[in-house]
């Protein structure tokens, strides 16, 4: 499925990603969200305790194929996205903790989602399909250097971060649309042929992550603004990075297609749920305050 051309669009669209949310990031706003240390350790284990654990029921409850659910596992134990920023200022919650959930969360990636897959992508879920655990860490590890590197930019120059961070987000955004668009049109059969199950498996995994991450998030106590900006930051994952995971990791076959349509449906189904959510959220403000 994926030849020169989509490997080489799969590097340039998570470099850009990458390079701009680094662009985004200021030591100040950090410090501010790490002194709000509650906050942040529960955005912290919803994302990397709940997600992968949300992840892995649904393979099991929904029974799919092996490659799925480790598609499924993987998009669970991947940080949380760089759009989950915006939809946090729709949704009236705190940016300032969100982007410092999506830093550190891509940060400690690096450990945490090669363990997430390893606890929970068992043999009876993922067959005999062969999990490359080092080559994903060594891929994520690659995939962070451009957000230092945007980092030091934004450290240097506030003007240069600034166009950076808009050249990140527009080229990212196309270039996720043509790759969504690329893998649509030479795969539209296939497409066509997912079971309801895996289909409703991608749907489902944002939504019972927004409502576990806003859940556990009133538990613990944390105001409305912090409940909305987790459970945002829970739901939403890094979908460019589990599909650059699963291009630059696996061997090419039938296996690593299943796995790049699920990580696909994802991308598409989370812009929709996304948008659902962080409207109810803006609203929500208004009437619970």
Known sequence: MLGAAEQAMLAAMIFVIM??????IHKTDIAMALARRRAFLVGMLCQFGLMPLIAFLLALALQLPPPVALALIMLGATPGGTTSNLFSYWAKGDVTLSIAMTVASTLAAIVLMPLAIAIYATEGLTGDVEIPLASIAVTLVLVTLPAFLGYLIRAKNVVWAAWVE??????????????????????????AAVPFGEVLATLLLSICGFAAGFTLARFFGLDLMAAKTVSLETGIQNAPLTITVIG???AAGEAQDQMLLTAALYAVFVVITSTVTSWYYAGLRQTAQ
């Open 248 to 250: 630059l990791s696996f």
């Open 166 to 191: 808009w050249v990140g987000s527009v080229a990212g955004m196309v270039l996720i649309a043509a790759l969504i668009a690329n893998f649509i049109t030479e795969n539209s059969a296939m497409i």
């Open 19 to 24: 390079l701009g949310m680094g662009a985004t």
